[in-house]
């Protein structure tokens, strides 16, 4: 199963995704799950996780990181519990708010 | 871990009197010494008649009329925060205090956050045992904080209904 | 109402500088999350689904027009624009950044207001009636005891680390619309025999895993002992309320395990030592806040209201609306309105800032400034000249605030849900809006009568699910989101804990079977009885059967 490492930014509360994580464990967050890192296999999303909670301590960029299962739909990258697409996308009643709303920062 | 006391507007770390002995552990010959509530009931003679201050630690679950009819005897007693969410201890300080009158040092020992510390100030808490670094510092600027109080208790601050009913009452 | 002395104020802006310390000390890593959690719990401040959420205190319900522009100007300068009233009287904003959360609650200090205690393990808000100090059935009015209430729990040293939360509720009528009984103490004004005033005492109820009614345990309380009989039964349960075990954390749960007869005990033998002590209220503190809340410099006026009379022959929609939204109010001439945030189709409980700032205006010129928030997510202007009602009711129509439906089916109480919370296992708005959309029709909503729909996503129950009429709860069941029906549960002073009708539904399935519920009643109701009432009397085996077929 293709796993994700999904957290909160601390600053403003968003969903960020673990976006790249380059030499020295240096770790970069996303705001879109397009542009997350996968982990093909368990082994990696477990790198993956453990660079992201080492990240949060060291930066306090993130709090609560955590990994999601996602599939593939479509060509599109999706979780596959619901929570987890509503964190992904934004409230299901108000499609004007959060990342799924267009131009958004989110 | 220091020991820390509320020195007006500000705070000291201050000398620990007490050597905390463990229910196994030999009592050293003369000085004060901190046990545990079931050591103290079980050796209490030869703990009050020893060389020393004697001083008990109550854990949360552990109330204060167990050792009510000692409290003159004692010149300590340590209340224990094993996690800081657990706020019994802040009842049982306010009873050991106003309630049972007593006149020595009480301790929070444990996971003590300096954000509770005017809280523990209110409820009776004399010193507290702290282990961050920054810990003097902190508790000087959390003194700070809060200048007004609405509730009584028995640290005799005057509360706002006081200071309403008279202006002139500052503490 | 209550204004703040500098006592007050002084209290606010200390929170207000303390917590901005903490901010800075939590964003430079000084503070880890584990530490900077309580501190920012105790000052409502969550982390949910999207983005953080902030809990604003509305103590008892009661806020005026400044303040209420104030949170329609926070809506807009630091969120998306709108603010959800919640089963507590009080406001929450979806979209704060934790970075701005000082100046939030700097801005809120201005106009008196704060975010203290709205979450973390400590005495939270106090709500009371809505209608308090304009209810003709009123002893005496409640938020007097509230603000009483609400100063001595603010910051009490002995009581910010309770195993849980900890939610009390004042009533001063026999009619109860604060749900005092599934609240942790209940407050019921009642007068004693020398006409003095004082309160019956309600301990352990309330909702979530396991729900329960609160218990009796003092019939009569006079007014000057109120605090330190609530301290004695706050130090009781600070003592021994379990700390094992989150779910069985709550004064219900010890109130049940101890027994409320000794708990009783425990209670009124720690209260003997208290009872005269400095806690004892002195006359002139309550005599001081009794004073702001003086009923308003009402007019002289006439019961009859000549244009709200002719208005209601000639528009039928605007007579709905007051048949409906329209509650008497003590002072001849006067009008209690409800101003209703559940239109047709969309998340029940929400204001936008320009709601926000129309309602505020509408308090203005039309209610002495003076605007209320009610546990089902409504809001009210308490002292509306009755012949002026006409003019009002079009400048809330005009606005999408004037949809006919207080106390009937589409005046939906529903938490957030999955589309927000972070506890939550399901979303509840969608299913609350498409039971809207499907009663939509006013003549239907009138033939209904008084219908309580209460929706909570998760077994929390902030939807009070346990008390509707008709409670739904959304579960997860196998990844799916299901839906279990309860039926006959009643907040009032006639308060009953709703029965499980049988095997849940899913999200498509929830509106056809309350349609269903709703047409077994029409069939089966006599006389003028509501729902509740058919419920009560005929049981659940009617509409069992109708629902899942004959056994």
């Keep these: 199963m293709k796993q994700v490492v999904i957290a909160s930014r601390l600053s403003d509360g968003l969903v960020v995704f673990l976006k790249q994580a380059g030499q020295a464990g240096a770790v970069e967050w996303a705001l879109r799950l397009e542009s997350a890192e996968v982990a093909e296999n368990d082994a990696r999303a477990a790198e993956l996780l453990a660079l992201a909670e080492a990240d949060a301590v060291s930066t306090q960029i993130v709090v609560d990181p955590y990994l999601i299962d996602v599939e593939e739909q479509d060509g599109q990258l999706r979780p596959t519990k619901y929570r987890e697409v509503i964190r992904c996308l934004g409230p299901t009643i108000r499609l004007d708010l959060g990342k799924q709303a267009e131009g958004s920062e989110a | ?171 | ?551």
């Design chain 2, 1 to 171: 871990m220091a020991l820390l006391e509320q020195r007006g507007e500000t705070a000291a770390v201050i000398d620990d009197r007490f050597v905390r002995v463990d229910d196994e552990g030999a009592l050293p010959e003369s000085g004060g010494v901190l046990v545990s509530l079931s050591r103290f009931l079980a050796e209490k003679d030869a703990l009050l008649s020893r060389d020393g201050d004697v001083g008990v630690v109550l854990q949360p679950d552990e109330s204060p009329t167990e050792i009510e009819s000692d409290l003159a005897r004692l010149s300590l007693v340590a209340l224990d925060f094993p996690v800081f969410s657990d706020g019994r201890a802040f009842s049982s300080a306010r009873l050991l205090r106003e309630r049972m009158g007593y006149e020595g040092e009480i301790r929070a020992v444990g996971d003590v956050l300096c954000e509770q510390l005017t809280f523990m100030l209110r409820s009776g808490f004399d010193t507290f045992d702290m282990s961050s670094p920054k810990a003097l510092e902190e508790f000087a600027s959390v003194l700070k904080e809060v200048r007004f109080v609405y509730q009584p208790t028995g640290d005799g601050r005057a509360t706002a209904i006081e200071r309403r009913l008279d202006p002139e009452r500052a503490k």
């Design chain 3, 1 to 551: 109402m209550y204004r703040y002395d500098e006592y007050d104020h002084a209290l606010v802006q200390d929170r207000v500088a303390q917590f901005r310390r903490q901010v800075e000390r939590r964003m430079s890593g000084e503070l880890t999350e584990e530490q900077f959690r309580p501190l920012r719990l105790m000052n409502g401040l969550y982390l949910q689904l999207h983005a953080y959420m902030l809990r604003v205190a509305i103590p008892y319900g009661t806020l005026d027009s400044r303040q209420m522009r104030k949170l329609a100007y926070i809506a807009r300068r630091y969120d998306k624009g709108y603010g959800h009233f919640t089963t507590r009287q009080n406001l929450q904003y979806n979209w704060p950044k934790l970075e701005e959360t000082p100046d939030i609650l700097g801005e809120l200090a201005e106009v008196e207001m704060h975010a203290i205690q709205t979450s973390g393990n400590c005495i939270r808000n106090t709500t009371s009636d809505q209608f308090a100090g304009a209810a003709k059935d009123e002893i005496e009015d409640p938020r007097i005891w509230c603000e009483i209430i609400r100063q001595w729990s603010t910051l009490h040293p002995e009581f910010s680390y309770l195993p849980r939360k900890f939610k009390i509720a004042v009533t001063g009528s026999e009619n109860d619309r604060a749900a005092v009984k599934v609240h942790d103490i209940g407050l019921i004004m009642k007068r004693g025999e020398g006409g003095e005033v004082g309160f019956e005492v309600l301990v352990g109820g309330g909702l979530g895993r396991t729900p329960f009614l609160g218990k009796s345990i003092r019939d009569f309380l006079p007014e000057e002992h109120l605090l330190s009989y609530l301290e004695a039964i706050l130090r009781t349960y600070n003592l021994i309320g379990r700390r094992d075990n989150k779910y069985k954390a709550r004064i219900k749960v010890t109130v049940h395990e101890t027994g409320a007869e000794e708990f009783t005990r425990l209670v009124e033998e720690e209260w003997a030592s208290i009872k005269d002590s400095a806690l004892k209220l002195p006359k002139e503190e309550i005599d001081r806040i009794a004073a702001h809340f003086v009923p308003p410099d009402f007019r002289a006026l006439d019961s009859d209201a000549p244009a709200t009379v002719d208005r209601e022959g000639s528009d039928p929609a605007f007579a709905s609306w007051v048949r409906h939204n329209v509650v008497e109010h003590k002072a001849p001439g006067y009008a209690i309105a409800n101003i209703s945030l559940k239109p047709i189709g969309l998340p029940p409980g929400d204001a936008t800032d320009e709601q926000m700032d129309l309602v505020a205006d509408l308090a203005d010129e039309f209610s002495f400034g003076e605007i209320r928030v009610t546990h089902a997510q409504n809001l009210v202007l308490p002292h509306v000249e009755r012949d002026r009602l006409p003019e009002l009711y079009d400048r809330l129509a005009a606005a999408g605030l004037a949809t006919a439906n207080v106390g009937l089916l589409s005046d939906i109480i529903c938490c957030p849900g999955l589309d927000y919370c972070a506890l939550a296992n399901a979303r509840s708005i969608p299913i609350a809006t498409q039971i809207t959309e499907r009663f939509a029709e006013q003549q239907r909503l009138d033939e209904i009568g008084n219908m309580q729909i209460k929706i909570s996503g998760c077994i929390n129950a902030c939807g009070h699910h346990h008390v509707g009429h008709i409670g739904i709860l959304g579960v997860d069941r196998k990844g799916e989101e299901h839906y279990q029906i309860q039926l006959g549960g009643s907040a009032s002073e006639d308060a009953s804990l709703g029965k499980i009708l049988g095997r849940g539904f899913s999200a498509d399935q929830v509106v056809d079977i309350v349609d269903k519920l709703v047409s077994i009643y029409l069939d089966l109701r006599e006389g003028d009885e509501e729902f509740i009432d058919t419920y009560r009397r005929v049981g659940q085996q009617p509409f069992k059967e109708g629902v899942y077929g004959a056994a």
